[in-house]
């Protein structure tokens, strides 16, 4: 099964940061990986797929990159509702297989 | 609009089995897979199958290969999980998931709408 491997595992952050998180693929998964956002007690949350294409409703403070084996999830301008926990998952090949997660925090 | 509303949370005992329930709505069932997804208290997400409504066909990791079994029921849109030979680290919010596709210049997958969860407690 294909390892994600998600840094760092949490981050402190302020108000109109810019926050960047990376996950990385233990081989190479072209662009098939999504991120999602949980917030405490709730579902997840699709917020990027085919590793940068926005999904509908996300705010476009949200992008993500990469290709292969590297991707980042970058929020421009923090806002108080982006804190939450932010997992990767790739759709490459079966098993389907998330990171560890991000806890993003409010310092 | 779609909605995914999943069964109630159960509590079992050891080496039981347990049922949850997915009921779609909003959208035509048949015509996308459904997932399931499994995260122990204060952990992360942890991929258990798929089902294809339409075939019955399923696939699931490894990990939960013999223990688990995904069913559905078209007439009335409705997906199953059953895990069988519970054991403590079983304790988990179970959550169904739709996956949805976009076919660009390559076909994009991803889980858009998710059930609300199950929380599954295994004690004696």
């Known amino acids: 099964a294909i390892q994600m491997t998600q840094s760092p595992s949490s981050l402190s952050a302020s108000v109109g940061d810019r926050v960047t998180i990376t996950c990385r693929a233990s081989?190479?998964?072209?662009?098939?990986l999504a991120w999602y956002q949980q917030k405490l007690g709730k579902a997840p949350n699709l917020l990027i797929y085919g590793a940068s294409s926005l999904h509908s409703g996300v705010p476009a403070r949200f992008s993500g990159s990469g290709t292969g084996t590297d991707f980042t999830l970058t929020i421009t301008s923090l806002q108080p509702e982006d804190f939450a926990t932010y997992y990767c998952?790739?759709?490459?090949?079966?098993?389907?297989?998330f990171g560890q997660g991000t806890k993003v925090e409010i310092k | 609009q779609v909605q995914l509303v999943q069964s109630g949370a159960e509590v079992k005992k050891p080496g039981a089995s347990v049922k949850v329930s997915c009921k779609a709505s909003?959208?035509?069932?048949?015509?996308?897979?459904i997932h399931w997804v499994r995260q122990a208290p204060g952990q992360g997400l942890e991929w258990m199958g798929w089902i294809n409504p339409n075939s019955g066909d399923t696939d699931y990791a490894q990990k939960f290969q013999g223990r688990v079994t995904m069913t559905r029921d078209t007439s009335i849109s409705t997906a199953s999980m059953e895990l069988n030979s519970l054991r403590s680290d079983d304790t988990a919010v179970y959550y169904c998931?739709?996956?949805?596709?976009?076919?660009?210049?390559?076909?994009?997958?991803?889980?858009?709408?998710w059930g609300q969860g199950t929380l599954v407690t295994v004690s004696s």
């Open positions: 998931a739709r996956r949805g596709w976009i076919d660009d210049s390559s076909a994009y997958y991803y889980l858009d709408y």
């Open positions: 909003g959208y035509s069932f048949t015509d996308y897979y």
């Open positions: 998952l790739q759709d490459y090949n079966y098993p389907w297989t």
């Open positions: 081989q190479g998964i072209g662009n098939e």
